[in-house]
């Protein structure tokens, strides 16, 4: 799961599913000033960041995914108490409607 710099849309929501079952916060932060629809986001604010708790894994959108993959070791420099990982194609390839199914869940 973390042997990756970026996640794309899909393994964003399976990670989030498997993170939260161990108690793990994901975080979508915004980096552009323009929300994802159908998810909440947080605008980057590094003050607020810091206060959540250790180990919450933050990803970072651009527009495209290519800004906050070249920054990737800036926040992971700056947030060395958290997890940092950029969104693939950033909010460029965003699906509002894309939902996982409950085969990708299943152990088939």
Same mark, same amino acid.
């Given at each position: 799961m973390f042997n990756k710099d970026e996640w794309t849309q899909q393994e964003l929501y399976k990670n989030?599913? $498997?993170? %939260? /079952?161990?108690?793990?916060?994901? *975080?979508?932060?915004?980096?552009?000033?323009?929300?994802?629809?159908?998810? &909440?986001?947080?605008?980057?604010?590094?003050? $607020?960041? %810091? /206060?959540?708790?250790?180990?919450? *894994?933050?990803?970072?959108?651009?527009?495209?995914?290519?800004?906050?993959? &070249?920054?990737?070791?800036?926040?992971?420099?700056?947030?060395?108490?958290?997890?940092?990982?950029?969104?693939?194609?950033?909010?460029?390839?965003?699906?509002?409607?894309?939902?996982?199914?409950?085969?990708?869940?299943?152990?088939?």
């Open positions: 989030i599913v $498997e993170l %939260e /079952k161990q108690g793990i916060e994901v *975080v979508l932060i915004d980096t552009i000033l323009k929300p994802i629809d159908n998810i &909440e986001t947080i605008t980057y604010n590094p003050y $607020e960041m %810091e /206060k959540m708790p250790e180990g919450t *894994v933050f990803v970072f959108y651009c527009d495209t995914g290519k800004t906050t993959k &070249e920054r990737l070791d800036y926040y992971k420099k700056r947030f060395p108490n958290h997890k940092c990982v950029s969104l693939r194609g950033g909010r460029g390839y965003w699906r509002p409607n894309f939902q996982l199914q409950k085969e990708i869940n299943k152990d088939v």
